[in-house]
């Protein structure tokens, strides 16, 4: 059984950064699509960063530019680096891995990845 564990957020102000991390605890994601997902008050889950196994990425429009996403698989890690926070970008922040092969179409869909974390909180004030 995986269990990924989310940690890192907290209160910022907009403008600060923060880096989550996410580890695999159980079994090796070395080979899985790694993801990011968000969802903030009555707003419906989005993704906002991904990568392969081969470090290659994918980012959501809102956050291109400033989010960075990246692994360490000797350490069954996945960070996400956010810089210049905006307010909008306040939600719950959700790991996820997909071990099955996923598309550059279904990417972006929560549905096709297998295991979640249970979530950490980012808020951004103004």
């Known amino acids: 059984q995986v269990q990924l564990v989310e940690s890192g957020g907290r209160l910022v102000q907009a403008g600060g950064s923060l880096r989550l991390s996410c580890v695999a605890e159980g079994r090796t994601l070395s080979s899985a699509y790694m993801g990011w997902f968000r969802q903030g008050p009555g707003k419906e889950r989005e993704f906002v960063a991904g990568?392969?196994?081969?470090?290659?990425?994918d980012y959501s429009d809102s956050v291109k530019g400033r989010f960075t996403i990246s692994r360490d698989n000797p350490k069954n890690t996945v960070y996400l680096q956010m810089n210049n926070l905006k307010p909008e970008d306040t939600a719950v922040y959700y790991c996820?891995?997909?071990?099955?092969?996923?598309?550059?179409?279904?990417?972006?869909?929560?549905?096709?990845?297998?295991?979640w974390g249970q979530g950490t909180q980012v808020t951004v004030s103004s």
């Open positions: 990568i392969s196994w081969s470090s290659s990425t």
């Open positions: 996820a891995a997909a071990t099955s092969y996923i598309s550059s179409r279904t990417k972006s869909l929560p549905r096709h990845y297998d295991y």
